[in-house]
């Protein structure tokens, strides 16, 4: 059965400083990979997909299958990144949506 | 025009009692899911639906019923509430093989 983990309930980092989400998954086909956020109070959104590899909000992240992971990446991290980020996984043509713990970001000023 | 809403946004009842949350999308995507997610802001799936076959069932209690009239509503309905079903429940929905699209939960709260 496929898994996310997400190893840090919580990250700290102050403004300015690079930022690393860390994320792993275990899937024996080949799955999607997706990046959720949801800031205080608010509903979850869609912040990236790893088959559309495009940058939003700055962050980034790349799919490693050799280390099965999809790490989300900021060079210089802003207050308002301060939210809950979730990874999740799509196998099976979607049938089969996992999400992870979720990490918590606090970007201090 | 929110794509996924559900109501009421936010449930205050006590222990014992029967309650029912709505959900519709207006995106003519074809499966539709409800999660739970507690104070640790774990996500849980509950139910997920798709062409009005329930296609997962995470052992949740069979207290929790969803309810879909059709493509573009799934409710939930708990009867015999209880203390840890306090959370907050979000609706979600997707076409196949693509982003789920949540709406803004619904905060329930058993006193």
């Known amino acids: 059965a496929q898994r996310v983990t997400q190893p840090e309930k919580l990250l700290s980092v102050f403004k300015g400083a690079p930022v690393e989400l860390k994320c792993n998954y275990s899937?024996?086909?080949?799955?999607?990979l997706f990046w959720y956020v949801q800031y205080s109070r608010q509903r979850l959104q869609l912040l990236l997909r790893h088959i559309s590899r495009e940058s939003i909000k700055g962050f980034t992240a790349d799919l490693n299958k050799g280390e099965t992971s999809f790490h989300l990446k900021k060079p210089f991290a802003q207050e308002e990144d301060s939210a809950m980020y979730y990874c999740?996984?799509?196998?099976?043509?979607?049938?089969?949506?996992?999400f992870g713990p979720g990490t918590r970001l606090s970007v201090l000023p | 025009d929110t794509a996924v809403s559900q109501t009421p946004k936010y449930l205050v009842t006590q222990m014992g009692n029967d309650k029912s949350i709505k959900c519709e999308q207006n995106l003519g995507h074809d499966t539709m899911y409800w999660y739970k997610q507690d104070s640790k802001k774990f996500l849980k799936i509950m139910f997920s639906?798709?062409?009005?076959?329930?296609?997962i069932n995470e052992t949740v209690p069979n207290r929790f019923s969803p309810k879909s009239p059709d493509k573009a509503h799934l409710n939930l309905h708990i009867n015999s509430l209880e203390l840890g079903d306090s959370a907050v429940y979000f609706c979600?929905?997707?076409?196949?093989?693509?982003?789920?699209?949540f709406g803004d939960g619904t905060r329930l709260s058993i006193l």
């Open positions: 899937y024996s086909g080949s799955p999607e």
């Open positions: 999740a996984l799509s196998a099976l043509r979607g049938q089969n949506f996992v």
């Open positions: 979600a929905s997707s076409l196949e093989g693509q982003p789920q699209h």
């Open positions: 639906y798709n062409n009005k076959e329930l296609i």
